[in-house]
């Protein structure tokens, strides 16, 4: 028995006598999401250009996705505790051979679902997550499943279902606002799939010829809010054998006559971790993608500082953002990474491209609108633009752009309140000789069905 299923049996065999204190029954929520997910992606240039030969023309999945939370009280008592379910069900509605694509073996995923040994998707996934969690005063103990939202990791919720991770976290407010937050990760669960896999980074993932993975991802930081308007942040990550990372922000929202000025700044400074640090270990495979130079004794190891600013200029209905990022040193912008759908906590990850190449300095504007004062509430529209140049490889500096338009609706009242409409088109198009340029849509129907 690991360590974590240990705990885990010790909290259940402490609620089982503490379950009908008051708190744990009368504080319980639970919900059932349900989530309508079709995608649809053209990849316009791999037989004009060879690129990513392997890819198909068309990827295309349909979905129907379930997703149960349900999270309890506390007991009473100085030290309270508590369970959280996460119950999650992806349904295959369409999905053809042809347009599932499964990029190595049966045991990856496709664009939506798991792939069967015959290279075909899978009819339906599903999986359980349990958190034991206690909580002393203003500080929580977790312990099962995950879904952290933090500068160093960051889950992914992109496609049918969330991507979860496994370990255990501890977060306190005991201090006036200050939040200090500390975990340990052992295993992710993809976002299309129903097994826990150890963690990985680009370079070294499912989609490496030779993939390399942890089972220790520590982290730890702090935000401390300096004024109702001014939050710094400070956080650390270090998985295991391949890197760590320093991660210092700052977000503050500027009240002006007319309208109001919110500023983001992020940086991160990531370097080598065990294996990675040694010629030997990223001969293994524990390496980092990137660029170097051919012969460089450094080639596979993480080298690499981000930093970027986001600008948002709002007045009413309109919202409109100026920002920049810079990628700097050989490597690739390291974060968690399996292979099958991750994200990364920079202002340049959107819909299609992430803009974390080696050397990339990318240009970032976005126009929103709410609707509701034209007499449409519920209604929004987004309009992204990034830019990205400078990209360092062995032919030279290549570029991308990417263009991405949001429609949200979702309904205000009548027998539909709460359903969600969604659609979502990307354009990309790139010079980098292994990125296909691409033309995506998105259309999501959700809707939220409150059980207790």
């Known amino acids: 028995m690991n360590k974590s299923t240990l705990a885990l049996a010790i909290a259940f065999g402490i609620l089982t006598q503490q379950a009908t204190a008051a708190g744990f029954i009368e504080d319980s929520k639970a919900s059932l999401g349900l989530r309508n997910f079709y995608i649809n992606t053209d990849n316009r240039n791999v037989a004009r250009d060879n690129k990513a030969a392997t890819t198909p023309n068309k990827q295309e999945e349909w979905g129907q996705g379930l997703i149960f939370n349900y999270s309890s009280g506390y007991t009473e008592g100085t030290v309270g505790v508590g369970v959280d379910a996460l119950g999650l069900l992806g349904v295959k509605l369409d999905s053809g051979k042809g347009t599932h694509y499964n990029p190595t073996s049966s045991s990856y995923s496709g664009t939506v679902f798991p792939t069967e040994s015959n290279g075909e998707a899978v009819d339906n996934f599903s999986s359980l997550g349990v958190t034991g969690k206690a909580k002393i005063s203003k500080t929580e103990a977790r312990l099962g499943t995950l879904l952290p939202k933090l500068p ?73 809010k300096i004024s109702k308007d001014l939050l710094a942040q400070y956080y650390y990550g270090n998985l295991e054998d391949f890197y760590r990372q320093h991660f210092l922000g700052l977000t503050h929202t500027l009240a002006l006559p007319a309208g109001s000025l919110k500023s983001d700044l992020r940086y991160f400074n990531s370097s080598s971790d065990g294996k990675n640090s040694s010629l030997s270990g990223r001969n293994e495979g524990f390496k980092s993608s990137g660029f170097w130079n051919a012969g460089d004794r450094h080639s596979g190891e993480v080298d690499n500082r981000t930093w970027s600013g986001l600008f948002t200029y709002s007045l009413g209905s309109h919202a409109l953002s100026a920002g920049y990022q810079q990628v700097a040193g050989d490597s690739n912008f390291p974060y968690l990474d399996q292979g099958d759908g991750a994200t990364a906590y920079l202002i340049t990850d959107r819909q299609i491209g992430k803009f974390a190449r080696a050397g990339e300095r990318t240009w970032l504007s976005e126009y929103a609108y709410d609707f509701a004062k034209a007499g449409a509430p519920g209604l929004k529209a987004v309009i992204t633009y990034l830019k990205g140049e400078h990209i360092d490889s062995k032919t030279g500096d290549q570029s991308e752009w990417e263009r991405d338009f949001r429609l949200d609706y979702a309904v205000q009242g009548g027998a539909f309140k709460g359903v969600g409409f969604s659609w979502r088109n990307a354009v990309l198009r790139s010079s980098v000789a292994t990125q296909n340029d691409q033309d995506e849509n998105r259309l999501i129907v959700s809707y939220t069905l409150p059980l207790l």
Do not use: C, M, W
């Open 152 to 224: 160093v990791v960051t889950y992914n919720d992109g496609r049918l279902l969330p991507q979860t991770f496994e370990g255990g976290q501890v977060s306190s407010n005991e201090i006036d606002n200050l939040t200090l937050i500390g975990g340990q990760l052992e295993h992710a669960k993809g976002r299309s799939s129903s097994n826990s896999d150890s963690l990985s980074i680009g370079g070294a993932n499912n989609r490496s010829r030779n993939p390399q993975f942890s089972n220790t991802f520590y982290y730890a930081g702090a935000d401390y």
